[in-house]
């Protein structure tokens, strides 16, 4: 996952859940439909209709704290502020607990005409935003950065934000594993590594696991913003920020200035057809990498013109005999290669190094392979590991757990293969959510009914969040601003510069693009 304006850098913005221990369906980034209540959390639903058009009106209003900011810890002084805000588990309940919301913010340049704040969220879910402030001048244009606050924050149970979820520190025992069983005892041990993950969330997390929902996330955006002092906010999120983002503008539309959604899915469609579309997305990008090769002798995965074959017979090869790295890491399984395929579809910038990873494999060097696993699930140099893709997994299954039995993940797993024809195992099987032991939280229509004009982005070639999904998310608002950007990458935001002139031009000015408009 790539962005950048000028020279570019990694940051993650969201991650799939197709390794072995997430199943298809509890793809993270869907908010389907319920009717109008009020769970055990004090999160509040919207009514099918949609004559409600915030959650505030029928839950216990607390009122935030004011943020006190002070220096960040190791930063240069004036570069960014650190601060913190404490925000119930339960808005209807505050006696049950809190977390405490750890946040960065960049001032912005030109104090004399700020604009206000802008909150950010690069996806996951599970990924703090602190960071995305601390380094915002590698995400925003110098326009955005003159007259905004850049106020990035970890989510309730995820990065520097306290209780976080934790649930294991070694991850090669869970995602390493064969994600594609050919055999009732290959399928029985991604059960069994689902219910040790669980068993371990629960162990280590459990007390916060029922209050990490997306929604309750949206309610915590709406803490912050009071914390602000400010009436009216505007918003950029990327990816599962996307779906963040029209969560928080369907509830408390009031409260939009503006609004910026890069690299959004389809908000209310079922977990099977959101699946589905991934799946369909991270195929269909493959296919133009090999297509790519074949036509280039240059490609070291060239294969004489074919490399879509020679990818196939590697993909069985492996099946077979895995490739061992080394002997304290998980071998190159088929598993593992298809997470590394999955981590180079974000970008065409991988797509070099998957070249070469490839060609090593075929003369049964992996080590190429298990360095994209290992980028994808957020392996340090020093082998430890963040809590993002635990925190994902959480997130997941509270929002959209899916199929919820092993025989209802297993009935969908034609379905996936007949959608993709290599990703689509691995997106089908897996068993976690299916045996998540948190009942799943209500969920609400996106409709951003009354939040005025919000901009969608969609990329052609984004395969993570395919364009047609982002379309979609465009229709589900009520204003929503559809802007196609052309480039074989997830989120479209700095690809170009069309797409920046839009974008600033409507945050900064509120002048509201023409929907439609492609920037190539």
């Not at 700020?114 to 402030?133: C, H, Q, R, T």
């Not at 590594?193 to 007390?207: L, T």
């Amino acid at each position: 996952m790539k962005h950048r304006l000028n020279n570019r850098r990694k940051f993650v913005t969201t991650i799939l859940a197709m390794v072995a221990l997430a199943s298809a369906c509890s793809e993270p980034i869907i908010i389907g439909s319920s009717a109008d209540t009020i769970d055990d959390q004090g999160i509040t639903t919207a009514t099918e209709s949609q004559d409600s058009t915030t959650s505030t009106t029928a839950s216990t209003v607390v009122v935030a704290n004011e943020i006190v900011w002070t220096s960040c810890k190791g930063v240069p002084l004036g570069k960014s502020e650190c601060g913190e805000l404490s925000v119930p588990f339960n808005y209807d309940d505050p006696s049950i607990g809190s977390f405490t919301l750890f946040l960065t913010r960049k001032p912005a340049a030109d104090q004399a005409n700020k604009i206000g704040s802008m909150l950010v969220n690069p996806g996951g879910p599970g990924f703090g935003g602190s960071s995305v402030a601390e380094n915002a001048e590698l995400y925003f244009s110098s326009e955005l950065l003159d007259r905004f606050d850049i106020i990035g924050w970890d989510p309730r149970g995820t990065g520097k934000s306290t209780p976080a979820i934790d649930c294991i520190d070694q991850y090669d025992e869970y995602f390493g594993i064969d994600s594609t069983p050919e055999s009732p005892e290959e399928k029985q041990a991604i059960i069994d590594a689902s219910q040790k993950f669980n068993d371990q969330c629960v162990k280590n997390s459990g007390e916060i696991l029922p209050y990490i929902s997306t929604q309750a996330t949206a309610r915590d955006m709406d803490s912050i913003r009071r914390a602000l002092g400010e009436e009216k906010i505007t918003y950029f999120g990327f990816s599962y920020g996307s779906e963040l983002g029209a969560t928080w503008v369907t509830m408390f539309p009031e409260t939009v200035r503006a609004a910026v959604l890069d690299g959004a899915s389809d908000p209310n469609a079922t977990s099977l057809d959101q699946g589905l579309a991934q799946a369909k997305g991270f195929e269909m990008q493959l296919d133009a990498f090999l297509a790519a090769c074949s036509k280039r002798q240059s490609c070291a995965f060239y294969s004489k013109g074919k490399s879509a074959e020679a990818l196939d017979k590697l993909l069985i090869d492996i099946d077979a005999k895995p490739l061992v790295v080394s002997a304290d890491r998980t071998p190159v399984t088929q598993g593992v290669m298809y997470t590394a395929l999955a981590e180079a579809m974000y970008s065409d910038f991988a797509w070099p190094a998957l070249e070469s990873a490839l060609a090593d494999a075929v003369k049964g060097k992996g080590a190429g392979l298990l360095r994209l696993y290992d980028s994808y699930l957020q392996r340090k140099s020093d082998g430890s590991y963040g809590n993002e893709l635990e925190a994902f997994l959480a997130i997941s299954c509270l929002d959209d757990p899916g199929p919820l039995s092993v025989d209802a993940v297993d009935a969908q797993v034609q379905i996936f293969e007949k959608a993709a024809k290599r990703f689509g195992s691995s997106f089908a099987y897996g068993y976690s959510c299916a045996l998540w032991p948190v009942a799943q939280a209500p969920r609400i229509t996106v409709t951003g009914k009354g939040a005025g004009p919000i901009i969608v982005i969609g990329t052609t070639g984004d395969a993570a969040t395919p364009i047609e999904s982002s379309r979609n998310a465009a229709k589900a608002l009520e204003q929503g601003i559809f802007l196609t950007v052309n480039a074989d990458q997830h989120t479209g935001y700095g690809v170009n510069r069309c797409i920046v002139d839009e974008v600033d031009r409507y945050l900064v000015d509120l002048i509201v693009p023409k929907t439609g408009k492609v920037c190539k």
